[in-house]
């Protein structure tokens, strides 16, 4: 379906999701979210798309946040009574249940680093560059983005970037543990899609139940998540592709998976 703000595309069981308003270096509007919901949404609905990739169109940017622009003719009521970004964590976090990463092309500030950081892993392009400048706004991060800084990089750098607005390369943000991994600018697409057809590969529904237990990580106490990891994987066991998988292991072959 045509959308204005964004483009899909499809690749074998990949899904590619391509932010597309590169003049406004791809921010982040009320019009794009509602279409990455809709985006998000199809790929979530599609059983034989089994991994989507969310990156930016054109050369300079991922997203360079929220969009000052429509955010500065609201008033606080506005943005509490509609309940501001709440949509971002119902329909692109918590309703999203299979993989997704995001390939990060440029700059990545504000909701569009909030909104790398939701994807499972982030791939950067060597000139990506992060930060949350809401700060020099009269503002500070709204969509997630004090809280997951914080758990990816820790204390210091979290509170040092949110209270300076200093925006951190693509090489420290690997040494922070912000993103997976950093690949020349040229390859990221190429990359992605190796990486997410991986994924792709794998049996469809321990992949859901991996993202699950990484997500529980980061969500809750250790005591909590080990329980939580433990009753996962019993559920797993019983599973078509656990039998298979472990068979076809025995008998040195690739496994036939069933996505049950
Ligand atoms: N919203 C709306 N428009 C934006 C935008 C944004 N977040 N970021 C850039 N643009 C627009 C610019 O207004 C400009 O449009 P015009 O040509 O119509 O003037 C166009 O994109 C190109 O931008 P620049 O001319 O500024 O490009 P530059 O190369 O000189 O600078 C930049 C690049 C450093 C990224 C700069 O654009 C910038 O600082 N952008 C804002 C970054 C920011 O503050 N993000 C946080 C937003 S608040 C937020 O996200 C809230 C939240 O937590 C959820």
Known sequence: MPYETITTQTDGAVTTITLNRPQALNAL????????????????????QLCAILTGSGDKAFAAGADIKEMSEKEAADFYLQDFFA?????????????????VNGFALGGGCELAMMADFIIASDRAKFGQPEIKLGVAPGMGGSQRLTRAVGKAKAMEMCLTGRMMDAEEAERSG????????DTLMDEARTTAATIAGMPPMAAMVNKEMVNAAYETFLGQGVIHERRLFQILTASEDKAEGMKAFIEKRDGQWKGR
């Open 178 to 185: 912000l993103v997976a991994r950093v690949v020349p600018h």
């Open 29 to 48: 509007s009320s019009v794009v979210l509602d279409e990455l919901i809709e985006a998000f949404a199809a790929y979530q609905n599609d059983d034989s």
């Open 87 to 103: 949509k971002w964590t119902s329909h692109i976090v918590e309703a999203v249940r299979k993989p997704w990463i995001a390939a």
